[in-house]
């Protein structure tokens, strides 16, 4: 599923510059209420339920056929270098072993909207990301996607049922995985897991009600807002919402 398998066409969109983001109920204002300094141009024709096939045919792939095929990554970094059209947003954790372009079938340059984080969790920077992608470039589909044996998720685990600290920023970062663990603490099945899944439920949720620029489009029904979690053995995306 590359450039030279599978050509994708590619709406161009030019980089608008922005010093905020808000939603008025005509479209999308740039600025303090009014318009910034902008070049219009065409966004995705992708819908989220299109996205979402797309993303599922690909980890289809991935799993069932998984392989590196040559791409024509000049061809492709030309196509999209003053401009991108990106059809899905992914919020992932940071784990090397959790690539999106590459599990969701290798996808192309200028395919997918990415913020990746430990714990794949939104903060200001991220839920940033999410609303630039889904009010400016027009992209139809937020998925969070968590992972098996996720580190993060698993330190906040050990805080829930050890008391354990962490050093630096990492504790801060870990504590807001804790309400998901302690939600799940006790249940049937596998601790971590549990609280993988609890997390990128939340974290889908808070996505999609407590950003009002995120939560207007969902109900304009432009939107789509899911989560996932990967599996680090099989390769597959299960989805959660």
């Known amino acids: 599923m590359c450039d030279i398998c599978d050509q994708r066409a590619i709406d161009r969109r030019k980089f608008l510059a922005l010093a905020g983001l808000s939603l008025a ?20 024709s992708v819908t989220a339920d299109q996205a979402l096939a797309k993303l599922k045919a ?52 200028g395919e997918l909207f990415v913020a990746r984080n430990a714990g794949n969790m939104v903060d200001t920077a991220a839920m940033g990301t999410i609303e630039y992608g889904a009010a400016v470039l027009g992209v139809p589909l937020v998925v969070v996607l968590g992972h098996e044996r996720c580190g993060a998720v698993a330190a906040a685990c050990d805080i829930v049922t050890k008391k354990a600290t962490f050093p630096g920023s990492i504790g801060p970062m870990v504590e807001v995985i804790v309400p998901a663990a302690q939600a799940v603490k006790g249940k049937p099945g596998d601790f971590v897991d549990n609280a993988v899944r609890e997390s990128a439920r939340r974290t889908a949720v808070q996505v999609a009600t407590k950003s009002k620029i995120v939560a207007d489009l969902v109900k304009a029904g432009k939107v789509k807002v899911v989560a996932a979690r990967y599996d680090l053995d099989e390769g597959k995306v299960e989805y959660l919402s």
Do not use: H, M
């Open 25 to 44: 109920a005509g479209g999308v204002l740039l600025g303090a209420g009014r318009a910034a300094n902008a070049a219009s141009g065409p966004t995705t």
């Open 58 to 109: 690909g980890n289809d792939k991935y799993v069932k056929s998984p392989e590196v095929c040559a791409a024509d990554l000049a061809k492709r970094r030309a196509g999209v270098a003053k401009s991108q059209a990106p059809w899905a947003t992914i919020v992932s954790c940071s784990d090397s072993r959790v690539p999106p372009e590459l599990l969701f079938g290798g996808l192309g340059v």
